[in-house]
């Protein structure tokens, strides 16, 4: 099994109430979990957030706190819920609603890693797939929740900054109003999950960096975003999306020569952010 459910990296003292978190950068892919995938090591990684972790490393030395997944992607999905179980994978298992992600293969356990690809070979018994929604889901979760709960125990809200990337084709008809390609997409379920002012500010930190933002097109924010943000009770979700072309090369899964300077950036954007969930800013936005 995945050494962990999560990797959890504390600030040296917690001044924001900006909590960071990667649910799909987890790399740990077990040799019988590959052996027992019709992918190879290289295609099974296709739908992990690959280098995420890396790009928001540095959010602890800003004061603010980071939560990585353990388990890959293809393994455990923490962006689903619980019971986005996928009959068409899991034994036992019936349909129960209208899902199009458990539909289309992108359940808590994925069927499919990106392009549509199966993963396996047969089906999961229903004991394998509680047992890493025990050993993994739920501790990630549990993890997550604690963080936000201290930073609105301190602070009076916590602010979720839900970390993601997205393939470089996913945005090839996708323009802002000023015409432009989006490097970095802000999903705040259309204003559900996070009081404007503060998606104003993050929106503002990249802006001030060069990249090029636009809100909730084509990615809203899925599980954590909806489950999460809930801006009456002071609690809000933000996911950013980035544009793995910036960073990765896509095809061999492997930083590109422009890693370095983008990570350092994005450095700049991450400080920033962090001011966001400061009392004195919570103050000026009240």
Sequence with gaps: MPAQAYI?????????AVVFASPHSGNDYPD???????????????????????????????G??????GAPRAFIDYNRSADELDPALIAGIRWSGNNPRVASGLGVIPRVVSNARPIYRGKLS????????????????????????????????????DCHSMPH??????????????????????GASADGD???????????????????????????????????????????????????????????AQFDTFRDVLNGVISQIVEVGRPTQRLAAE
């Design 8 to 16: 959890l990296d504390r600030p040296r003292e917690l001044n924001s």
């Design 32 to 62: 019988w979990f590959l052996q027992r995938s019709i992918l190879n090591a290289r295609s099974i990684r296709s739908s992990e957030d690959a280098f995420v972790d890396r790009l928001f490393d540095a959010a602890p030395s800003f």
């Design 64 to 69: 603010a706190p980071f939560l990585k997944a």
């Design 126 to 161: 229903v004991a394998e797939a509680e047992s890493r929604l025990h050993a993994y889901w739920h501790p990630y979760h549990n993890a997550l929740q604690a963080l936000l709960d201290d930073s609105r125990r301190l602070f009076g809200r916590a602010i979720l900054v």
């Design 169 to 190: 084709e996913a945005l090839e008809h996708v323009r802002t109003k000023s015409g432009k390609r989006p490097e970095i997409v802000l999903g705040d379920r259309f």
């Design 198 to 256: 503060i998606v104003d500010m993050i929106e503002a930190a990249f802006e001030s960096a060069g990249f090029v933002v636009s809100r909730n097109a084509p990615f809203a924010g899925a599980f954590v975003t909806q489950h999460y943000g809930r801006p009456s009770r002071r609690q809000h979700a933000i996911q950013v999306e980035i544009d793995r072309a910036l960073y990765m090369d896509e095809r061999r899964i492997a930083p590109n």
